[in-house]
Antibody, heavy 121, light 103 residues
Framework: QVQLVQSGAEVKKPGASVKVSCKAS????????ISWVRQAPGQGLEWMGW????????NYAQKLQGRVTMTTDTSTSTAYMELRSLRSDDTAVYYC??????????????WGQGTLVTVSS | EIVLTQSPATLSLSPGERATLSCRAS??????LAWYQQKPGQAPRLLIY???NRATGIPARFSGSGSGTDFTLTISSLEPEDFAVYYC?????FGPGTKVDIK
């Protein structure tokens, strides 16, 4: 069965960086893209960006351009999301999600369990 | 950039009642719209894709309709486990969500 398992919770100081991992299993990793979505406490869902696990192409949300980098390691079927220059409003649960039904339509058919990132001095 | 709006913000209903949730896009998205359910402390779950197709394992009481700019998610008869927040999504855009709570 398809599973996306994320790394554990992180506490970071303002200005620091965080790198969250998402290990995929149960499907051919390079056949699907991975998106990252975050959710601030009590708020809605915010799309952060997408990476092709096939060729590493990326597309980032404009508001995060320059602070976010998404990568994959096909040898371990793992996707990574690094966010730099953290601010308090980056405190959120970060989800990875498989992009099913084709990258053009961009639906998220499987999700990781979420990783809480807390930014606090 | 497409903006999605959802109404109502909160829907208070009793088990067994019918729920009708609305999602409106700022411009036509054809039928490329999905619906997700999210319960507290859980990741979202895909319910409907391409406006009207149920995802794998989704009960038949969930149905979606619409095209262009106006879409509807209907839950024909609410079960206790259906009380949650529902989001619509079109590629990089999510709606703000509709909370379905127990009346």
């Amino acid at each position: 069965q398809v599973q996306l398992v994320q790394s554990g919770a992180e506490v970071k100081k303002p200005g620091a960086s965080v790198k969250v991992s998402c290990k995929a299993s149960g499907y051919t990793f390079t056949s699907y893209g991975i998106s990252w979505v975050r959710q601030a406490p009590g708020q809605g869902l915010e799309w952060m960006g997408w990476i092709s696990a096939y060729n590493g192409n990326t597309n980032y949300a404009q508001k995060l351009q320059g602070r976010v980098t998404m990568t994959t390691d096909t040898s371990t079927s793992t996707a990574y999301m690094e966010l730099r220059s953290l601010r308090s409003d980056d405190t959120a649960v970060y989800y990875c999600a498989r992009v099913g039904y084709g990258d053009v339509r961009g639906y998220f058919d499987y999700w990781g369990q979420g990783t809480l990132v807390t930014v606090s001095s | 950039e497409i903006v999605l709006t959802q109404s109502p913000a909160t829907l208070s209903l009793s088990p067994g009642e019918r729920a009708t949730l609305s999602c409106r896009a700022s411009q036509s998205v054809s039928s490329y719209l999905a619906w997700y359910q999210q319960k507290p402390g859980q990741a979202p779950r895909l319910l409907i894709y391409d406006a009207s197709n149920r995802a794998t394992g989704i009960p038949a009481r969930f149905s979606g309709s619409g095209s262009g700019t106006d879409f509807t998610l209907t839950i024909s008869s609410l079960e206790p486990e259906d009380f949650a927040v529902y989001y619509c999504q079109q590629r990089t855009a999510f709606g703000p969500g509709t909370k379905v709570d127990i009346k």
